[in-house]
């Protein structure tokens, strides 16, 4: 059965930390893996990856995906209250459907 | 703002009733996706049309879904003899469908609420 995991489930740091949330995957025809960011409302699109070790980067968050190891990571740098919110993995097959993972629940306190 | 926007944004209804949800993606999108969120838990795909043909449809969705895109631009989903259980977040997406790689947007979803 294909499945996402991400880890850890949920997370609280300080304002001004450097978090990393992970995402590990395992799906038949494998396509790309995208990270979206999800406060009270739709997901919204953070990044798609489709190529092993290649760095994706905007402004604090960067992702990168290994192919090999069936993963991928986020990170967020400099962490600001703003930045609380679900991160959801999600990887596409075949004809694109999205299979997600339960999502990071990312807690930034002042 | 994507551009998916969905309607209503909430619904409560009872047991036993039926609700209907519209989806109105990204003008000239080809592909549409509904999802459904519980708490706690990523979206899972429901079903997904190309322009006006359902392509798949989640071996999860009981025969009390169906979902329609009948001139290729909009979507409903509805629901029959609802159940407590249906209480959920329904996201609907939408992606060009041109190429192999494109993100989905996601419209704001519907909440409902079955008592």
């Known amino acids: 059965e294909d499945k996402v995991v991400q880890s850890p489930l949920s997370l609280v740091v300080h304002e001004g930390d450097t978090v990393t949330l992970n995402c590990s995957y395992e799906v038949t025809n494998f396509r790309s893996l995208l990270w979206y960011k999800q406060e009270k409302k739709a997901p919204t699109f953070l990044f798609m990856l489709?190529?092993?070790?290649i760095e994706k980067k905007s402004g604090r968050l960067s992702s990168i995906l290994d192919k090999k190891e069936l993963s991928s990571i986020l990170n967020i740098t400099a962490t600001q209250t703003g930045d609380s919110a679900i991160y959801l993995c999600?990887?596409?097959?075949?004809?694109?459907?999205?299979?997600f993972g339960q999502g990071t629940r990312l807690t930034i306190n002042p | 703002d994507t551009g998916v926007s969905q309607d209503p944004r909430h619904k409560i209804t009872k047991r036993g009733q039926n609700v209907t949800f519209r989806c109105d993606p990204i003008?000239?999108?080809?592909?549409l996706y509904w999802y459904r969120q519980t708490l706690g838990q990523g979206p899972e795909f429901l079903t997904y049309f190309q322009n006006e043909a359902q392509l798949e449809k989640s071996r999860l969705l009981s025969d009390r879904f169906s979902a329609e895109r009948p001139k290729g631009s909009f979507s409903t989903l509805e629901i029959q003899r609802t159940e407590q259980g249906d209480s959920a977040m329904y996201l609907c997406?939408?992606?060009?469908?041109?190429?192999?790689?494109?993100?989905?947007?996601f419209g704001p979803g519907t909440r409902l609420t079955v008592l």
């Open positions: 489709t190529s092993s070790g």
């Open positions: 003008s000239e999108h080809n592909r």
């Open positions: 999600a990887v596409t097959q075949g004809a694109q459907k999205l299979v």
């Open positions: 997406a939408s992606t060009p469908g041109r190429g192999s790689y494109n993100e989905q947007f």
